[in-house]
DNA sequence: ATGAAAGCGCTAACAG
DNA sequence: CTGTTAGCGCTTTCAT
């Protein structure tokens, strides 16, 4: 473990003292009209002693520690990871690196992550909360923390937000299904109607349906909480099975429940699209290539990362603009497959 | 933004030295007898004042961040954003933090993303590694930084590493094939033969073969460079294609390139597995339920993410096990779906 | 059993 | 233009 040669260590070796050193490796050189001679010298000298700034010493000392964190419900959700993947390329560009935390939902474990990412001084957040209300980023907001939200937004909050237009896609879904003359159709989300992805693409559904003056009754709506996703799409569907129930199409909100329905009423052998058709929200490229292909919203994914991060880098560069920017909506797309696909 | 209360602070407002409160709150209290009461005293004090130690500081003395970085060559690969997810799950429960880069199979990408990671102090490195040789871990090694190699690893390094049986895994893949009298195999691979995993999986499929008296000619090897993926599997598909001369079967060393040779068969109409048979190295859940469904060897990505954290851990936890801890092999599965199944 | 004080490496007032 | 100096907040000898 070879001894790291400290600011100090240069300075003395140069005779100078660890200002103009400090300066100079931190471009400040000209600002503070230092010699292009000694700066020169310093600069060399740095490579020949191959001097490594301590990092954590400065971040200490200046608060700022080149980092931003990741807050997503699920990072093993592909959704998320593409998303990571983005946000993680963007960050490296701009030498910043990203810290990944998954939540799996809970907000507690989201809370004691935004606490830890502040208690490290990370210049920025970008989340998809699962939080009921903005407390958390008001109180961000407060302490001037950058931040930004993704996916999932809170109304009344000034955080800025990065969001699909999850309203319109649904309406895309519903009139897809409306106009092909299904009326019976059962809709699938994750638990938790604050989440605003869900509110937003139930309330889209809905309004669509409403416009043909149809609606879904709660019997048709499964909800299915975090950790038991499986078993109640499974429980529900079988039971719709077995009552001779089956709807005649599925809405799912997400990626992972889409599957999962997919999966499940093959396991029921209930024919797709012709005794129900499955379509959902947040497209997969397998979704292509399944058998049938299933129909999706797809969402912008890479602008999603892109805007995100490029809203956090703003405010990071000019803290003035903290509450101050407008959020982002996203428009979706509709890929219609074989699995909506009656007529 | 409320100003910190720092440990000076709390030490003040108590009478007592910044020692104390520091050996209090690190829980050294006990090995330097420090009554009972005092403690309770400086406890209580911190809670009511709301005292966060500051993380920057404290990391900065000690050297320790309590964060650990996980580097993989693509981060939205289903493969690591699972190996990701359990790891960043591990780690929170041992309070750590998981920093994710992602290389592109950039080598210089990654060295500089271990660089980075080394200068901000992180405990410990779980990589993937995309470099011929492994000087960098070498050098890691010396300098007593703990690290674990996963899914590829260095022959005659120390650096501990968790792979899986792709050599095994392979063959399985190559007898499932031959028993069913497939003899014309074409073998999909990305560019690298320095890359452990694709280098034994190459292997591990050629000695099945060579066992049956087979062989894999040159113009049956289809490497693709990382970024030109797409089109290279398309381009080599095509011209078996229309020089009538696909292969019987096609065997592909990732989830990746196994989904991408599904699409562009799909797209030359070519019959799975009637025409051409394909299995995959990596399984993915969508892979039950393509059309055809699609045959590959499974890998236990939890056990790997658990393995790697928890010889990560050893080390962090005990520097002089570094370099003489076991690698870990484990062993795949193979799932036989219809994409293979010719009889 | 507790405290004083040094110092980790760096940056940024402030002097000169 | 360059140097001196004072901490940032914490841990850790070393005294007492």
């Known amino acids: 473990m070879a001894k790291k040669v400290s600011i100090s260590d240069v300075a003395k070796s140069l005779g100078m003292s660890k200002t103009v050193v400090s300066l100079v490796i931190n471009g400040k050189g000209d600002l503070h009209r230092?010699?292009?001679?000694?700066?020169?010298?310093v600069l060399l000298k740095v490579t020949e002693m191959n001097y490594q700034p301590n990092v954590l010493a400065r971040g200490f000392r200046?608060?700022?520690?080149?980092?931003?964190g990741l807050i997503v419900t699920e990072i093993s959700n592909t959704f998320y990871s593409k998303?990571?993947?983005?946000i993680e390329e963007l960050a490296w560009q701009q030498n910043y690196s990203v810290v990944i935390c998954s939540t799996n939902e809970l907000v507690e474990k989201e809370k004691r992550q935004i606490k830890l990412l502040v208690d490290r001084k990370i210049d920025g957040i970008i989340i998809s909360s699962s939080q009921k209300t903005s407390d958390s980023f008001d109180h961000l907001l407060e302490e001037g923390i950058p931040h930004v939200l993704i996916d999932r937004s809170f109304e009344n909050s000034k955080s800025p937000s990065v969001s699909v237009d999850n309203f319109g896609g649904a309406r895309m879904a519903a009139r897809h299904l409306i106009t092909q003359g299904i009326t019976d159709i059962a809709l699938v989300a994750l638990k938790g109607e604050h989440v605003s992805t869900t509110r937003d693409r139930i309330a889209g559904f809905r309004s669509s349906l409403s416009d043909h003056n149809l609606s879904i009754p709660e019997s048709r709506i499964i909800h299915a909480k975090p950790r038991y996703i499986h078993d109640t799409i499974k429980n529900s569907l079988q039971s719709y099975y077995y009552q001779n129930k089956m709807p005649r199409a599925i809405?799912?909100?997400d990626n992972n429940l889409t599957f999962i329905c997919l999966e499940y009423l093959q396991k029921l052998s209930v024919k797709i699209p012709a005794e129900t058709a499955l379509i959902g929200f947040d497209d997969l490229q397998y979704f292509r290539y399944t058998d049938p292909s299933i129909s999706a919203i797809e969402q912008p994914v890479e602008k999603i990362g892109e805007a995100a991060f490029?809203?956090?880098?703003?405010q990071i560069k000019d803290n003035s603009l903290m509450g101050k920017q407008n959020s982002v909506l996203l428009p979706v797309d509709i890929n219609i497959r074989r699995s909506s696909k009656i007529i």
């Open 34 to 41: 230092i010699n292009k001679d000694t700066q020169q010298r």
């Open 62 to 68: 200046t608060g700022k520690t080149n980092t931003i």
């Open 83 to 86: 998303v990571a993947s983005y």
């Open 251 to 253: 809405f799912a909100i």
């Open 310 to 314: 490029n809203l956090l880098l703003e």
